[in-house]
């Protein structure tokens, strides 16, 4: 009896399978089918090694009992196919709903089983002479048929969803069917050549190498599964309707990269050691060196998180080590339900989108993307867009206000705020709009729009001769670290011929500046052309004092808030006494801003502040306004 093939390909499949189950899967819906075709294959084979015997000892055994056994080795071969079928279509079910996807899988299933009943109950004769062995008749016959059936059904659904197939997993089923279809027309022809079953394992070997290898998807740094396949087992959990949480874990880097780096990869190849405790996740490895994990309940996650916490502190705690390691603390972008995102790709885009360096989470260690985030979200897009179509449109409205001279005792300088103007007309605030475009960077093209509209202003009514000596102008922390600023400002202010010894900027969140060096020098060069710079906002937050000595400013700007306590609260009243003496002992001058009413606007001139600017005297005012309320008090 000759069936050396049938076993070299049983041998084939049994190392298959003992390589496949040695590592970890994702479970995607493809690998548990690939996992039936090769269960089916066995099947196949050992069918075929049974029907074999079965007919070479046809003597010994009741001809229904050997007629079974050729008729389960064809059914067998009918389902390997059929296996094949569904492995090649299992990714493809992503881009149904799940109403086509059901009856599609049903008329195949249909048509599989009818299959089956008509094999079952047609003839079957087989033929030994000795040597050669085969079975044949209408039953083989329709055999040849469905089987050839399911493999133009299989090369059918390569060509016709070729978009949504991966072109390698196309290729590879394509020799597969190939050297099947051969092999079925050579054993066809030749009967007594079985190798139709042996075909099948070879086919199994080239989807293993070419795409169902779990080491390809196991990152080679880290063991973790890789980044390569988080899309696709995202989408196969979106598509079979699972709900499950998510953790990204990241490290915030900020300052000295050369330390920072060391500092990161030895974080990381902890972290990334002690991930391989966590049995309630699938964890994966990304490229840029972050990790995410994928819970199926929440209460994994936050238990994980606890333990990972736990980790560290116990390395940082401990007295051996510590001084070798300092570990950079690790930063939690949590996605708690997964049906946050319609799909795959939404969930990648909202994970990248909340990283902590893209972001002002840069205190917080943690962030967490649910229903309020979201909306949150959304509001930010619409008001970004709101504000690039004011910009585009010409919208932004620069109202003036102007600020009061105790000495002179006229208005001789006026603060720049931005409004913009929406279609019907009503203004929008700048707290509406600007802490938010500061976020997203755009904040130097609107501020340079901003200022083109300011100078315009200035050189077309000749504001100076109005006695106005100063237009100060709101300047963001992001922009005064822009290694441009200089020269575009400089560049406006060429254009529209406006003399700099006009202009003052006031500096505003001076603790979130993040290169000190090149907000100074930037300064410094304004500062050569006449441009003067304050404090703004002094007294409220986090407090900025120590950037009075630091910072080449002229002007401190005391905080309204700051003038509103003043008048309540004994220790604000102490705060501004010693705040004046001290600027004043520096050479500073003082702006008190929020003055209301007449009598915060003569304690502030008892105290010496040297100017005053508020609702008292006037709101912040468009263009012409402004401009008749400084005629008729200047002039
Ligand atoms: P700010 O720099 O502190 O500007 C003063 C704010 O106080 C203005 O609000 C002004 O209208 C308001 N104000 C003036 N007098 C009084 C008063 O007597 N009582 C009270 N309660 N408020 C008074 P506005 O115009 O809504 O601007 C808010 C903030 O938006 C500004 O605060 C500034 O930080 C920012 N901003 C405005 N324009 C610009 C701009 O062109 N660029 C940048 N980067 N920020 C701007
Ligand atoms: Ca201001
Ligand atoms: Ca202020």
């Not at 659904?157 to 092999?183: D, G």
Request: with cysteine; net charge negative; proline share 3%.
């Amino acid at each position: 009896m000759n069936i050396y093939t049938q076993l070299c390909g049983l041998a084939i499949i049994a190392v298959l399978l003992f390589f496949y189950k040695k590592e970890p899967t994702m479970g995607l819906s493809s690998e548990r089918r690939f996992i039936i075709t090769l269960y089916m294959i066995i099947g196949c084979v050992i069918l075929d090694i049974a029907s074999c015997y079965f007919i070479v000892n046809s003597g010994r055994y009741k001809e229904t009992v050997v007629l079974i056994f050729c008729k389960l080795y064809l059914l067998s071969l009918q389902s390997v196919s059929f296996a094949t079928l569904g492995y090649t279509i299992a990714d493809l079910f992503t881009f149904y709903g799940t109403y086509h996807e059901k009856m599609i899988g049903r008329f195949l299933q249909f048509f599989y089983i009818l299959g089956m009943f008509i094999t079952i109950s047609l003839p079957i004769s087989y033929y030994y002479d000795g040597v050669s062995l085969y079975s044949y008749g209408p039953a083989t016959y329709a055999t040849y048929f469905l089987v050839a059936l399911h493999i133009l059904a299989i090369i059918g659904s390569t060509i016709f969803f070729k978009a949504h197939l991966k072109q390698r997993k196309i290729n590879a089923i394509l020799v597969w069917m190939a050297i099947w279809s051969m092999c079925a027309i050579i054993q066809f022809i030749k009967p007594q050549f079985l190798i139709v079953s042996f075909a099948a394992c070879i086919g199994a070997l080239i989807m293993y190498f070419e795409m169902e290898n779990p080491q390809s998807t196991i990152s080679r740094k880290t063991g973790h599964f890789s980044s390569a396949v988080i899309h696709d087992y995202f989408n196969y959990l979106y598509q079979s309707k699972q709900r499950f949480s998510v953790m990204m874990i990241s490290f915030k880097t900020l300052g000295d990269a050369a330390t920072e780096n060391k500092m990161l990869r030895k974080t990381i190849n902890m972290l990334s050691d002690f991930l391989f405790n966590i049995e309630s996740a699938k964890v994966f490895d990304t490229a840029e060196g972050y990790f995410l994990l994928v819970f199926e309940s929440n209460d994994f996650m936050e238990s994980t998180k606890f333990k990972i916490a736990t980790y560290f502190q116990s390395i940082e705690d401990n007295p051996d080590i510590a001084d070798a390691v300092t570990l950079l603390h690790p930063f939690y972008t949590i996605v708690p339900d997964s049906s946050i995102a319609f799909d795959a790709d939404e969930l990648m885009m909202l994970l990248t989108n909340f990283l902590p360096n893209n972001h002002e989470t840069i205190a917080k260690n943690e962030i967490i993307i649910d229903k309020s985030t979201m909306a949150d979200l959304q509001k930010r897009k619409q008001i970004e867009k709101m504000v690039v179509a004011a910009m585009e449109d010409n919208r932004l409205e620069i109202h003036y206000q102007p600020i009061y001279n105790v000495q002179t005792k006229t208005y001789t300088g006026a603060e720049a705020l931005v409004r913009i103007k929406l279609l019907d007309g009503t203004l929008v605030y700048p707290n509406d709009f600007i802490p938010i475009v500061e976020e997203t960077g755009r904040i130097v093209p609107l501020s340079d729009s901003i200022y083109k509209n300011v100078f315009t202003f200035m050189k077309s009514y000749r504001i100076e001769k109005l006695g106005i000596q100063k237009i100060e102008l709101n300047l963001s922390v992001k922009q005064s670290e822009n290694p441009v600023f200089v020269s575009r400002i400089l560049e406006l202010i060429n254009n529209n011929t406006i003399d700099p010894k006009l202009l003052n900027f006031e500096i505003t969140e001076t603790n979130s500046i993040q290169s000190k060096e090149s907000v100074l020098a930037n300064m410094e060069k304004l500062m050569e052309h006449g441009i003067s710079f304050s404090l703004d906002d002094f007294g409220a937050g986090s407090s900025n004092l120590n950037y009075i000595v630091d910072m080449p400013v002229e002007i401190v700007k005391l905080d309204k808030h700051l003038t509103e306590e003043y008048f309540n609260n004994p220790k604000a009243q102490a705060i501004v006494k010693t705040v004046v003496q001290m600027a004043h002992s520096m050479g500073l001058r003082i702006i008190s801003e929020g003055i209301e009413t007449e009598e915060q606007k003569i304690a502030m001139e008892d105290l010496g502040i040297d100017y005053l600017q508020g609702y008292y005297f006037s709101y912040p005012l468009p263009e012409h306004e402004f401009l008749r309320f400084i005629q008729q008090f200047n002039l």
